[in-house]
């Protein structure tokens, strides 16, 4: 596949739209490459100026099934024509993708409670954990994003995510995560023998009122920066909270439905929480979550002490539907893996070429790529990171940044990119950061 033709960016168009942008939208809900989507099929996205991208972001995680996948544009629109909205009552794509969702989750997660965003999720998970254990304090750990409403923000160790906003909601004990390539212990894995796990109950003894009840916790952490612990970490930390008898939930906001290269991420080690938020990919587009638990810790709430104005509603559980039956039909869970391999061996290797790019971890289709000083290999380079997305998007790769200091690239394409396609991106992306160096 051939290099795409340089283009202006912002386009002519685009610059129209970001200057009307800026004028009715507030400048801090935007922090992306300066251009316009105006329509997108499978991982190309086209802008209002024409230009055609190839699509390393999926919108923030969320198409994973591929931009307007046919499937799930008919059952939009089959249902957009029969009902679109009926608070509370049960209808039958609700019913039955309560059913489904609970066939494909661990066994000891029987019963789902459908919801509309990532934040409601984790809100609702811990608000219902507290009423069945009892106890109001929550682990959470440093660099999370669970949401920013004002209970998730209140369990995140990002600055960027609480400072300046006044008091967080009590309860929250904050723990440093396994982030080995810049370990605040200063250790090694293994030979640390999950060191951050066995502190744990320091922190506690030291941060609680003893009265903690509940561990909430990311398989990778997304807005951190793509932080993966090393292998056999999240099991042990299960271990570590039953062992104490503390309620574990899972946040899969992110990770869930193949991204990682299993439909959820904590099918790799066999991890059963009592609880599971799950979002983003489960609407591929569509707004759509839910929290998964075990029955007896829903069973502590009362009839209509959970409710959503638009949790499970018909539209979006339509749109549910169509996904895992797709995520079935077209095996994008394995072709995650599959390319997700290929993608980062390639990455690793402009790694060798390329001092600036400090770290390349993941799994499946979820890479981080931290971008450092050349020189020393190590310190953050956030000014250098947002030179090569501009870059990479003149060439027509769309990337997005984030982590702590603002110096990781993310690699997610939507799951239904072929190995051509990965390698053109990985092309253009080495292009780009050797024309930033410049």
Known sequence: MNPLPLRKVPGEKSQKYLKLSGVYEPSASLDQVPLVWDHAERVWV???????????????????????????????????????????FPTVERVTLAESLVKSLPSNLDRVFLLSTGAEATEAA???????????????????????????????????????????????????????????????????????IQVLDRIVASSSTDDLGTVIVEPYQGTAGFVYPPDGWLKELEKWARERELVLIVDEVQSGFGRTGRLYAIEWEDVHPQMLCLGKGLGSGVASSAVAAESKILDCMAPGELSSTWGGNPLACAASLAVLQVMKDDKLPENAERVGKVLKAALKEVQKRQPCLGDVRGRGLVIGLEF??????YTPAPQLTKK???????????????????????????????????LLGVQIMESSITEALK
């Not at 450092?372 to 290999?377: A, I, K, M």
């Not at 990479?392 to 394409?413: F, H, Q, T």
């Open 126 to 196: 811990t608000r219902i954990a507290k009423r069945y254990t009892g106890k109001h304090e929550v682990l959470a750990f440093y660099g999370a994003f669970h949401g920013r409403t004002y209970g998730a923000m209140s369990l995140a160790g990002s600055a960027s995510t609480r400072r300046k906003f006044g008091p967080s909601v009590p309860g929250g004990v904050i723990a440093p995560y396994a982030y080995c390539y810049r370990c605040i212990y200063d250790k090694k894995f293994p030979e640390c023998q999950y060191y951050c």
């Open 388 to 422: 090569i997305t501009l870059k990479a998007a003149e060439r027509g790769l769309l990337l997005g940044k984030l982590g702590l200091y603002g110096n990781v690239i993310r690699v997610a394409p939507p799951l239904v990119i072929t190995e051509e396609e990965a």
């Open 46 to 88: 086209t802008d209002v100026d024409g230009n055609r991208y190839l699509d390393f972001t999926s919108g923030v995680l969320v198409t994973n099934l591929g931009h307007s996948h046919p499937a799930l544009v008919k059952a939009v629109q089959e249902q957009a024509e029969r009902l679109m909205n009926c608070y509370s």
């Open 372 to 377: 450092v000083d050349p020189q020393d290999r």
